[in-house]
């Protein structure tokens, strides 16, 4: 009995040692209603766990996703056990934030979901930094117009659909005359001025 004890607290150990992991976590009963959180789910969303428990998810709705979306959610959790994918949420601060967010159905000894786990990760900022790099890859900085990279592109694309549905087109090339000269009297910085304006 007593070796089955000290198991038993060894296990209760690593589950709690698990629980406060850097994701961030939150256990809900069958219903939503939030029963506990972790600290890193208090540091993602401001909220504590005093305030979270008793509460439902739905507290942190960013008003961004529609009912569709959520419906879509559930019945992929009903249906698989799990979902999985990038949510908009609040901060408690008003602030939205991007979330990656995992949430698994329990269930218990008679197959009825008895929980939902969830476990979430702000990615706000490598998102911003993936459209930062998507924006540098295919706009210009100076005039936030699509480049040079993205106009072959799309230029490809449309040929391709043209020869397809059989349809013609035509491009218009703009041209800025003496602009080099602009560029090499004044500089870069007062030739750009122009340039913005034109774009």
Known sequence: IVQSMRLR??????????????EGMVITDANGVILRVN?????????????????????L???RHDAVFYNAMWVELQHSG???GEIWNRRKSGD?????LTITAVKGHNGAISHYVGT????????????????????DPLTGLPNRRLLLDRLHQTLMS?????????LLFIDLDRFKNL???FGHAMGGEPLVEVA
């Not at 990615?123 to 790099?133: L, P, S």
Request: aromatic share 10%; charged share 25%.
């Open 9 to 22: 607290h060894a296990r209760l150990h690593i589950a709690a040692m698990a629980f406060e992991t850097q």
């Open 39 to 59: 600290q890193a789910f208090t540091d993602i969303t401001g909220y504590s766990a005093e305030e979270m428990v008793g509460q439902t998810p739905r507290m």
């Open 61 to 63: 709705k960013s008003g």
């Open 82 to 84: 799990v979902w999985r």
């Open 96 to 100: 939205l934030y991007l979330e990656c």
């Open 120 to 139: 979430l990760t702000d990615i706000t900022q490598r998102k911003a930094a993936e459209d930062d790099i998507q924006r540098l890859a295919f706009f």
């Open 162 to 170: 043209s020869a397809r549905n059989q349809r013609y087109g035509a």
């Open 183 to 185: 560029n090499d009297t």
